[in-house]
């Protein structure tokens, strides 16, 4: 995560001395549709929950959501690398039930090595619909919630009772071994000094950036 900032911010370094003259790769971004009705949209830190359908340039589809594995939609928080960049770019200002189409170019991808069935240097076109976006663990108010004895450090205890607090208040049934997972991943990225505890310092992050 650390990492991920770094290279943020020595980007935007790099952006501001060139007078803003460096070509930075952007995402393409069009809107689908957009429901009429918009509670909330989506931000750096919120996780959200989407289908989506990706494909080569050419059209040849190499994942679906829908089609593929389990069928279900997928999880993610936005603007924290556990997607592509393309997706942390391309995915902000959402609502819930908004429809887009990202072309990501191969630096917002997979970048010059590829992936598994994603061959280098590949240009990548998703279709994405957010259908839940919520609080992630990433708000003021989401540690102070989730420190429950006040001593402005997460203990992996206090996080997954989090995670079950806020699966059952969506109307999700409560799975430990999902949110085990769920809290070893956070831990593995935020905890960065593996002490065990998310301290309030680990926890805060630039909020504006991307
Ligand atoms: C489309 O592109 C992908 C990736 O380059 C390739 O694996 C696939 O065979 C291509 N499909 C067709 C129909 O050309
Ligand atoms: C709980 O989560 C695990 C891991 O994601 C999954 O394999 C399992 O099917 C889930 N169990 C239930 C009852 O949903
Ligand atoms: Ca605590
Ligand atoms: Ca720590």
């Not at 089609?67 to 902000?92: P, S």
């Not at 887009?100 to 279709?127: H, M």
């Not at 957010?130 to 006040?150: A, K, T, Y």
Request: charged fraction near 30%.
């Amino acid at each position: 995560m650390l990492l991920a900032l770094l290279s943020c911010f020595c980007s935007s370094v790099l952006a501001a001395a060139s007078g803003g003259k460096l070509p930075e790769a952007e995402v393409s971004i069009e809107v689908l549709h957009r429901p009429f009705i918009c509670h909330r949209k989506s931000k750096y830190g919120d996780i959200m929950l989407v289908h989506h359908v990706g494909s080569f340039e050419n059209g040849t589809v190499f994942h679906s959501t829908r089609e593929h594995g389990d069928k279900q939609a997928v999880w993610f928080t936005l603007g924290i690398r556990e997607v592509i960049r393309g997706w942390d770019k391309g995915l902000q200002n959402m609502c819930a039930g908004e429809k887009r189409k990202l072309i990501v170019p191969p630096a917002l991808a997979y970048g010059k090595e590829g992936k598994g069935k994603i061959p280098p240097e590949s240009t990548l076109i998703f279709i994405i619909e957010v259908l839940e976006i919520r609080n992630g663990p990433r708000s003021h108010e989401s540690f102070q919630e989730m420190d429950l004895n006040d001593d402005w450090r997460l203990s992996k205890q206090e996080v997954k009772a989090y995670l079950r607090k806020e699966f059952e208040r969506h109307g999700y049934p409560p799975n430990d071994t999902l949110h085990e997972n769920m809290m070893e991943d956070i831990f593995a990225r935020e905890d960065e000094n593996k002490d065990g505890f998310i301290s309030s310092r680990e926890f805060t992050y630039k909020h504006d950036e991307l």
